[in-house]
């Protein structure tokens, strides 16, 4: 139990760091770029590099943390993190820029391997409560990282960047320093390193449908938070320093959420009722947002939706990881972590089609159809699957007492 709560600490302290830097960097991105005469295509397409890079990392890092131990594939990733970051701070060319994010991007699976560790460290009683500590660091660090970059940025923009990699480079020495490797390197040669094995982990038809299911609620809860800035210029006309603190504020309730209510809850219920009930009470107000034309009534509607989309999130990760054996996790996770990626690319382009050939207040329509297709699917076609997993599993289970 010590060294499971000393593993937590740590991942904590990383992620946190790891996502402290990002955010330090990405809102300063365009204004970067723009020193360099980028356009504002230009800018748009630097945006997709890092997610694009990430779509083929995630699973990549996540399945060699299955073969060689989660130790070598963190310090490989928050290495080409560092590296990156490095790049960015000297860059004197737009290519140099775009080089940095695609090069994060293609080493980065931080979150995959963090998500991985916790696997096994945990049982799965606790281990929703744990992923949740590490989503609440992840929050943290965005809401936190804008604040310190703008600040850092008035002695230049190259300043947050290497700040960023300071960071990185800490994250290294907490590494090689306090993290013990939970994937010993003499059971490597049991682990297939190949495309092959991932697809035929995927057959499953568990976890096939609870990919689904990821993927409809990404694609309708990435799209909100990617045209939300979108969405409040258009239909309200907000300034940027009221949509910042909207944006904070839906970030402290799910750094709430899943720092301390995700643990509480999962001491009643079970992630499948968690993710059958969570899933449905937030489409309704998903679709309602768009439609509010005053804060007040925005800050009302966005504080369900920011509770419910962190139990969601969490509890879907928590059941990908008691679908598949410990020598599988990495990949798994790393699959469904690019899922988020890919949406991350498809969902901007997509949020502002709507917005400019249909209208603002029809955004949470369509991100509540996404979300209801992604409870459709959750609730007849994962859930009998999953019953029937349970079920072989303790048959099994007996068969082998006996």
């Not at 449908?209 to 990617?226: A, D, N, P, V, W």
């Amino acid at each position: 139990m010590a060294k499971e709560k000393n593993v937590l600490k740590t991942l904590f302290f990383i992620v946190l760091a790891d996502m402290l830097g990002f955010g330090l960097i990405i809102p300063l991105l365009p204004y970067y770029a723009k020193e360099f005469g980028a356009s504002a295509l230009m800018i748009g397409i630097l945006g997709s590099v890092y997610p694009l890079g990430q779509i083929f990392a995630s699973p990549l890092i996540g399945r060699l943390s299955d073969k060689y131990g989660r130790k070598r594939a963190l310090l490989l990733s928050v290495g080409g993190t560092f590296v990156s970051l490095l790049i960015l701070g000297l860059a004197k060319s737009l290519s140099l820029i775009f080089f940095s994010r695609l090069f994060d991007g293609l080493t980065g699976g931080n979150i995959t391997v963090a998500q991985s560790y916790i696997g096994d460290f945990t049982d799965e009683k606790s281990r929703t409560k744990s992923l949740g500590l590490i989503g609440a660091a992840f929050g943290l660090g965005f809401i936190l990282g804008p604040a310190f970059g703008g600040f850092l940025s008035q002695w230049g923009m190259h300043v947050p960047a290497f700040f960023a990699a300071g960071l990185s480079f800490i994250n290294i020495i907490n590494i090689l320093s306090f993290l013990p490797d939970s994937k010993p390197v003499r059971d490597s040669k049991s682990v297939p390193f190949t495309f092959q094995e991932l697809k035929k982990t995927f057959s499953q038809p568990a976890l096939a449908s609870l990919l689904f299911t990821k993927f409809f609620y990404s694609l309708g809860f990435t799209m909100f938070e990617s045209t939300f800035a979108l969405f409040a210029i258009s239909r309200l006309n907000l300034p940027v320093s009221t949509t910042s603190f909207i944006l904070a504020y839906v970030g402290v309730i799910i750094v709430f959420v899943q720092g301390f209510l995700i643990g509480k809850l999962t001491k009643r219920y079970s992630e499948t009722d968690l993710v059958k009930y969570a899933i449905f009470i937030a489409v309704p107000f998903l679709v309602l947002y768009s439609f509010a034309r005053s804060v007040p009534v925005l800050l009302i509607l966005l504080a369900p939706l920011s509770v419910f989309s962190a139990v969601i999130g969490v509890s879907i990760s928590s059941l990908a990881t008691k679908l598949v054996s410990k020598d599988k996790l990495g990949g798994t996770l790393g699959i469904f972590n690019s899922v988020d990626s890919l949406m991350r690319i498809i969902t901007p382009v997509v949020g502002a089609t709507i917005v400019q050939y249909i209208g603002a207040k029809y955004l949470g329509a369509v991100e509540g159809f996404a979300v209801f297709l992604s409870a459709l699917v959750f609730g007849i076609v994962f859930l009998p699957r999953y019953s029937a997993k349970i079920r072989e599993g303790k048959a099994e289970e007996f068969s082998a007492n006996v």
